[in-house]
Each structure stands twice: as structure tokens, then as C-alpha cells.
């Protein structure tokens, strides 16, 4: 069990602040990341993920104004995922609260991995623009929710490998995603603190300093990055991360 000093702080802001610099830029992975960060240095899994839905409370609202501030983000995106990541992340986080949701893990890396190829493969294939109101985006969102809550992180590389993979633009998806994860993982968390009460999460303030500090950083370099070194980097998060859960 890892016992939390004053003296590990620091250790949780460079957690925060790798994981947003990641997130941040390529539009995901800030969960992921951070708990499979915490479960390495000794962390509880129950802990490891109230900390990382607290802190990304704060993060994602640091990030998604940065990415608002860039005019990186689609509003009529946002007002289509929004909604529907909150239902499914709420009813996410009351079934986890009441069931494991490790036994859904394998199949959602499964996907993910399989997401990942598919974006590398669109990387080096031409583009065909998607409308904003492509019919599957709310269901995405719902999908995102859901399982981000369920297993501990997925609502970026679910939700922004979803709509790259459907055509939609790198650079507005990554900042809309990040901007909507704001209002899921509140969400989220406010579940989890509704069906399971309130418990120490002092070092979660740690990856919130650290990933506000790297919000504006990752929001400044996915505004510069060309589209298909982009989408090269994206696919490579999410197979690596997908597979690291998977094994």
C-alpha cells in the first residue's frame, strides 16, 4: 500500500503533467496514463482511479479552455457528445460502483488496439471530410462515457480515435474531445462520490497541479502539428496503451 508524504508530492504534479502534455496534444490517454502511473508507485486500484477522476476535473477544464483559446474546438461537436457522454458515464460509474468492471477490460483493449491500426492505416490514406452532424456521434459519446467510467479511463482514445477513424478533423476533434471530457468526467465523479461517499484524495491535488501547469503546452503543439504525424502519434498511444492494459 503506498503511503502518501508531503515529500511525494512533487512525484504526482510530473504524473499530471506528463499525462495533460499527452492528453493535451493527441486528445487522450490523461486516465490511462495517470492510473497505470499510480498503480506502478504502489497506489490502491480504487484510490488510483477516484484520484484521477478528481484531478481530471480540474484538468480537462484547464485544457479544453487552452484548446478554446486556440480555436481548436467545434461547438456543434461539443453540444452532440456532451449530453450523451454524461448519461452514459454517469450510469457507468453507479454499475461500476455496484459490479467489476475489470471483466470488460480485455474486449475494450481489444477494440482500442483495433482502432489504433485503423487510424495509423488512415494516416498514409486519402481523407474524406465527415459533416459535424455524422449520425453516430452522440452514440460514440454514449459509448465513451460509459466505458471511461467502467474501466478506468478510455473516453479519449474511444471517443477521438472513434471520429478520426469516421473521417472527422484531428485537430477539432482532439480539441473538442477535451473540452467535452470536462462535463463527463464531472459526471463521472460526482457519481462515484454519490454511490461510494467522499475518501482521501489530498494527492490527488498533485496531478491537478501538474496538468494544469501542461494544459496550455498540449493545446499550443496539436495547433502546429501537421495532420498526419498526428494521427501516426495518436495511433501509437493508443495501441501502446491499449496493449499495456491488455497484457
Request: charged residues 10%; aromatic residues 10%.
Amino acid at each position: 500500500m503506498f503511503d502518501f508524504l508531503p515529500s511525494d508530492f512533487l512525484v504526482f504534479v510530473v504524473i499530471g503533467f506528463l499525462a495533460q502534455i499527452i492528453d493535451g496534444a493527441l486528445g487522450m490517454a490523461f486516465g490511462v496514463l495517470t492510473t497505470t502511473s499510480l498503480l506502478t508507485i504502489g497506489v490502491a486500484p480504487s484510490m488510483a482511479s477516484a484520484m484521477t477522476h478528481v484531478a481530471e476535473c480540474f484538468t480537462t477544464a484547464a485544457s479544453g479552455l487552452s484548446h478554446l483559446y486556440h480555436r481548436n474546438v467545434d461547438w456543434r461537436l461539443v453540444l452532440r457528445l456532451a449530453p450523451a457522454g454524461m448519461i452514459g458515464g454517469a450510469i457507468g460509474a453507479y454499475v461500476l460502483a455496484n459490479i467489476d468492471g475489470k471483466a470488460i477490460e480485455p474486449f475494450v483493449s481489444v477494440y482500442l488496439i483495433a482502432i489504433g491500426f485503423f487510424i495509423l492505416y488512415k494516416a498514409f490514406r486519402p481523407r474524406f471530410p465527415r459533416d459535424v452532424h455524422d449520425w453516430i456521434v452522440p452514440y460514440i459519446g454514449g459509448a465513451g462515457g460509459l466505458l471511461d467510467a467502467m474501466g478506468g479511463g478510455g473516453w479519449g482514445p474511444i471517443v477521438t480515435s472513434s471520429l478520426l477513424g469516421r473521417g472527422h478533423d484531428p485537430k477539432k476533434v482532439i480539441g473538442s474531445t477535451n473540452l467535452t471530457e470536462f462535463a463527463v468526467t464531472t459526471a463521472i465523479s460526482a457519481t462515484f462520490i454519490l454511490a461510494l461517499g467522499w475518501g482521501e484524495l489530498a494527492p490527488a491535488l498533485g496531478l491537478v497541479a501538474g496538468g494544469i501547469l501542461a494544459a496550455p503546452i498540449g493545446a499550443m503543439v496539436v495547433r502546429r502539428l501537421p495532420v498526419r504525424p498526428l494521427m501516426i502519434a495518436v495511433s501509437m498511444i493508443i495501441i501502446g496503451t491499449a496493449a499495456v492494459r491488455f497484457v
